[in-house]
């Protein structure tokens, strides 16, 4: 992820829920802020509810790999947080790709086509 930071504190998390954009759909959820920053930041949350360590980072290594595949076709300067809902475990990785970037496009996070 070259053009990303990972977010890790409570707070920022909660700042971002409360006062960012969102979009969900059946295996996400997307909340968005924009940030000072010249990149973004980047943060995960997949609940217990979802399943077993197992379960919750394989969930985990599929978002973090769709993120980086399309890093480059997203805007900077935000703060990004993926909520994988209970769903996400059983969805088949294409699903899970669709749907994100169905949200980013939802929030306005992909870089608009030129031409």
Known sequence: MKFTVTMKRNHEF???????????????ALYCRKS????????FTVGKKVGC????NRVRRRLREIYRLHEHELTTGYDIVVVA???AVYAKYAQLDKSFLSLADKLGLRKKAEG
Do not use: C, D, E, I
């Open 14 to 28: 909660q700042r971002l829920y409360h006062k960012g954009k969102s979009a969900a759909s059946p295996y996400l």
């Open 36 to 43: 000072r920053r010249g990149q973004n930041r980047l943060g």
């Open 53 to 56: 360590a197992v379960k919750r």
């Open 85 to 87: 809902r209970v769903k």
